[in-house]
Nanobody, 115 residues
Framework: QVQLVESGGGLVQPGGSLSLSCSNFGSFTVINTMAWYRQGPGKQRELVASITRSGITDYADSVKGRFTISGDNAKNTVYLQMNSLKPEDTAVYYC?????????WGQGTQVTVSS
């Protein structure tokens, strides 16, 4: 059973940086893709960035050039480095993991960008 735990959220001023991490604290299993989603106030959950086991990454257009996703397969951990943050990046950020048979969500971590 995969159990995802996120950390690293918080309050930051516009233009600032934050780093999120997400680790599997459950049973070790092969995870094919890990991703970060976010859900802003009154908005639907959207994909922010994803990374496959082989290292292929994908980003939402709104974060390209500002966010970087990386992963550690051995640790079942994914990171999201967020730079040049904007108020519209304010959201709850959720970690997602996809295995051969299922997908899992973390509990979410709040990111607030405000002066």
């Amino acid at each position: 059973q995969v159990q995802l735990v996120e950390s690293g959220g918080g309050l930051v001023q516009p233009g600032g940086s934050l780093s999120l991490s997400c680790s599997n604290f459950g049973s070790f299993t092969v995870i094919n893709t890990m991703a970060w989603y976010r859900q802003g106030p009154g908005k639907q959950r959207e994909l922010v960035a994803s990374i496959t086991r082989s290292g292929i990454t994908d980003y939402a257009d709104s974060v390209k050039g500002r966010f970087t996703i990386s992963g550690d397969n051995a640790k079942n951990t994914v990171y999201l480095q967020m730079n040049s943050l904007k108020p519209e990046d304010t959201a709850v950020y959720y970690c997602n993991a996809v295995t051969w048979t299922n997908y899992y969500w973390g509990q979410g971590t709040q990111v607030t960008v405000s002066s």
